[in-house]
């Protein structure tokens, strides 16, 4: 009997960190190893990996409902981005039915030249981000708007996404309604006001450098690309095929106002697909018996125009699939990975050694992309932020100091992990890899750099008295 009950009890065991390595190296390896060598699409690797996963979770102790559990329990807390993701999709299939993308690239056409896209691509969509407090959804809106006018004008899709995608975190990482922001604050008990001031004194000098950048970028490339003639011609086409007036932009200005209201990101998205198709059928005169299949299925252009046919072929549900599957079987191995415990054994040693405040600085930053790496910014933020605070109140510094060292690399830095879900976004939006547009997106690789430099110059350290908790500014 007691050898009964002895085979039936495991014995649970911590991971060290080793032990942790090689699970996630060996998960690495399975999911780009494949894609490497077999050419194999990282959706079905990622579910493949399980069969690596569980059992090194189940070596730990761990039955396999407990971590079956961990992962269903993870799926479920992240469906909610990938209900979004997958109404993105049909949201701008309907933008483009409704003629709202088409008149944003004609009128776009009309005003910029490549000299100047790429600054105010980022601008654009950084101001539209700070009014509304989203990155993805600035990203489906206003960026894919963008992205259309970059390909039109000729410049390079990795350079425009780079632009779009820094436009639209640099305005999240500063508006009070981004629920990185939210996050980033509470996961240290910090006031959400002061961590958006503290990054701001930061981030609008890596805005102000990274159009400089872009400007130099388009100057470079511009007149290499520039047709007017084929601009005009595009132009034309776009006109023939769609009515461009005023009426096409309120699909726009009403997902924004719904956005701006703090309405629930999917359903917003949703109502502003089902308010496009009131336009198209009313403005732009097109088939109401289409609507739904459109939204589920993508729109089909025929312009007779082979560029502008390419550029307006696409959204619908069905085309961010591919990304919804791949977003769920990564939050059931970082599931697996919380449940048994090995992200715990990775970050806790690297979180006990920074001694300075650059220590802590590059120690958080560090952190942070590796929970990046585990799943969402999200994620990331709560535990960078949960692990190091104890570490930031006993050198007597402030919280802000942690929130706005983990934020610079948690919320622009997600988009540069191609598993992570805004890399995965990103990428299915515009079709462009993270390879492809990672070094152009000069905001979201400059302010990392910024808070690190920060912390070795002493700048906009907040301290705090210890006999009050009172926060002091230094180095202002």
Request: charged share 10%; hydrophobic share 55%; glycine share 12%.
């Amino acid at each position: 009997m007691p050898k009964r009950e002895e085979g039936k009890i495991k014995k649970r065991r911590a991971p060290g960190a080793g032990y942790a390595a090689f699970t996630l190296g060996g998960v690495l390896v399975i999911i780009l190893g494949a894609g490497i060598v077999l050419e194999a699409p990282i959706q079905p690797m990622c579910l493949v990996a399980w069969l690596f996963l569980v059992p090194a979770c189940q070596r730990l102790g761990y039955s396999y409902r407990e971590i079956e559990e961990g992962m269903m329990e993870s799926i479920r807390q992240g469906m909610g981005a990938v209900l979004t993701i997958l109404a993105v999709g049909g949201l701008i299939a309907s933008w483009i039915f409704a003629g709202t993308v088409p008149a944003i690239i004609y009128w776009g056409l009309q005003i910029m030249s490549p000299g100047i896209f790429l600054p105010a691509a980022f601008i654009l969509c950084g101001l539209v981000s700070l009014a509304c407090g989203t990155s993805w959804g600035t990203l489906g809106t206003a960026g894919v708007a963008m992205f259309a006018v970059g390909e039109s004008l000729g410049v390079p899709a990795g350079m425009t996404v780079g632009a779009i995608v820094s436009g639209a975190f640099f305005g999240d990482s500063l508006s009070p309604m981004s629920d990185s922001n939210n996050v980033a604050a509470a996961s240290v008990g910090t006031d959400l006001l002061a961590h958006c001031r503290e990054m701001g004194f930061l981030a609008v000098p890596a805005a102000l450098l990274s159009c400089v950048l872009y400007y130099a970028m388009g100057m470079r490339y511009g007149a290499q690309y520039f047709d007017s003639a084929y601009i005009d011609g595009i132009s034309a086409a776009i006109s023939r095929e769609f009515a461009v007036g005023v009426p096409a932009f309120l699909p726009v200005v009403f997902l924004l106002t719904l956005i701006f209201l703090k309405k629930p990101p999917m359903l917003s998205m949703v109502a502003g697909a089902l308010m496009a198709f009131v336009v198209a059928v009313i403005w732009q005169g097109q088939d109401a018996a289409r609507c739904m299949d459109v939204f589920w299925n993508g729109y089909t252009a025929s312009t007779g125009e082979e560029f502008l046919d390419t550029l307006l072929n696409r959204g619908g549900v069905l085309s961010m699939a591919p990304t919804a599957f791949m977003m769920i079987f990564a939050f059931g191995m970082i599931g697996a990975l919380r449940t048994a415990g090995i992200l715990d054994a990775v970050v806790r040693p690297l979180a006990h050694r920074a001694k300075t405040l650059p220590g802590l600085t590059l120690t958080s930053e560090a952190l942070a992309f590796i929970g990046n790496m585990m799943g969402t910014n999200t994620f990331s933020l709560l535990m960078s932020g949960s692990l190091l605070l104890p570490a930031y109140r006993e050198k007597g510094l402030a919280p802000v100091n942690l929130s706005k060292a983990i934020n610079a690399v948690a919320t622009p830095g997600c988009t540069l992990i191609p598993w992570n879900a805004s890399g995965l976004y990103v990428s299915a939006l515009f079709g462009v890899s993270v390879a492809g547009y990672a070094p152009y997106a000069c905001y979201v690789c400059l302010m990392p750099l910024a808070v690190l430099l920060a912390a070795f110059l002493g700048f906009r350290v907040i301290r705090e008295a210890p006999e009050s908790g009172a926060a002091k500014e230094n180095g202002a």
